[in-house]
T-cell receptor
Framework: DTGVSQDPRHKITKRGQNVTFRCDPI?????LYWYRQTLGQGPEFLTY????????KSRLLSDRFSAERPKGSFSTLEIQRTEQGDSAMYLC??????????????FGPGTRLTVT | TQLLEQSPQFLSIQEGENLTVYCNSS?????LQWYRQEPGEGPVLLVT???GGEVKKLKRLTFQFGDARKDSSLHITAAQPGDTGLYLC????????????WGLGTSLAVNP
């Protein structure tokens, strides 16, 4: 399977705990995106990497959220001191500037976070 | 301010009916994509439109990009229960091809 993968698929945590999610993009894609999505809504942009550089962060991304892509391949998204409002689906997507129209993104299956 | 307005937000129809979903903006996009998402899964890219006035067909789905590249529509002919899902449009603004602007989605239920 050469698609985008995310781990874990589901995470239940207690308020105040830290969680970390992993995303493995399509291997030849140099762009990687993190989104948050709540039920019935469209994805909300969180942050974007080109190779290992984090080029943009949403104002939605409080200082409790941090994302890394240390070698320009996989990425991690960490949420510290989780709150109930952090409960959502966290989606990762990757894209390539080559071989297709600008902006096409390929999504992973998402990580469903529930904060109790 | 929502840059991409999708309508309707919810749609429940019977199998065999036709439907159209709209995606509108006052902004000009260099490209616009349509995605379909099933519960518990990530969005899946259906089509990308790039040229104003462009029409693309994917089996029973017809996608159109407005002449001014500010709006798009998705028409489904003879809907089937397997078409049920959340349909999302997303556009790349001209001059900024790094980030997509997303609509809020249209939740479609096709009843057998």
């Amino acid at each position: 399977d050469t698609g985008v993968s995310q781990d874990p698929r589901h995470k239940i945590t207690k308020r105040g705990q830290n969680v970390t999610f992993r995303c493995d993009p399509i291997s030849e894609h140099n762009r990687l995106y993190w989104y948050r999505q709540t039920l019935g809504q469209g994805p909300e942009f969180l942050t974007y990497f080109q190779n290992e550089a984090q080029l943009e962060k949403s104002r939605l991304l409080s200082d409790r959220f941090s994302a890394e892509r240390p070698k320009g391949s996989f990425s991690t998204l960490e949420i510290q001191r989780t709150e109930q409002g952090d409960s959502a689906m966290y989606l990762c997507a990757s894209s390539s500037p080559d071989g297709g129209p600008v902006g096409e993104q390929y999504f992973g299956p998402g990580t469903r976070l529930t904060v109790t | 301010t929502q840059l991409l307005e999708q309508s309707p937000q919810f749609l429940s129809i019977q199998e065999g009916e036709n439907l159209t979903v709209y995606c509108n903006s006052s902004s000009v996009f260099s490209s616009l994509q349509w995605y379909r998402q099933e519960p518990g899964e990530g969005p899946v890219l259906l089509v990308t439109v790039v040229t104003g006035g462009e029409v693309k067909k994917l089996k029973r789905l017809t996608f159109q990009f407005g002449d001014a590249r500010k709006d798009s529509s998705l028409h489904i002919t003879a809907a089937q229960p397997g078409d049920t899902g959340l349909y999302l449009c997303a556009g790349a603004l001209t001059g900024n091809n790094r980030k997509l602007i997303w609509g809020l989605g249209t939740s479609l239920a096709v009843n057998p």
